[in-house]
Nanobody, 117 residues
Framework: QVQLVESGGGLVQPGGSLRLSCLAS????????PSWYRQAPGKQRELVAA???????NYADAVKGRFTSSRDNAKNTVYLQMNSLKPEDTAVYYC???????????WGQGTQVTVSA
């Protein structure tokens, strides 16, 4: 059974930092490309960061220079380090693992991040 479990969300003041973790079981992040999405209330889910098969990471313009995603294959865990957080970063953050062929994708349950004074 495949599970992606996010953790590390919470309430933080503007300008603060959080580190999200996503632990996978049943699949390997060395095979499935990991990515982070977020969904704010009343908005569509959007891509935040995606680690490519080549090992590079693509970031949404809104988070470039503030967020960093990394992967620890030995722990089968991906991380999202979020610095200089803004109120508009408030959302539920989701971890996704996917592969193109045969196509498969799995999602975590999400973790709430709230940026507020």
């Amino acid at each position: 059974q495949v599970q992606l479990v996010e953790s590390g969300g919470g309430l933080v003041q503007p300008g603060g930092s959080l580190r999200l973790s996503c632990l996978a079981s049943g699949i390997s992040f060395s095979v499935y490309a990991p990515s982070w999405y977020r969904q704010a209330p009343g908005k569509q889910r959007e891509l935040v960061a995606a680690i490519t098969s080549a090992g590079s990471t693509n970031y949404a313009d809104a988070v470039k220079g503030r967020f960093t995603s990394s992967r620890d294959n030995a722990k089968n865990t991906v991380y999202l380090q979020m610095n200089s957080l803004k109120p508009e970063d408030t959302a539920v953050y989701y971890c996704k693992a996917g592969r193109p062929s045969p196509y498969r994708e799995y999602w975590g349950q999400g973790t709430q991040v709230t940026v507020s004074a």
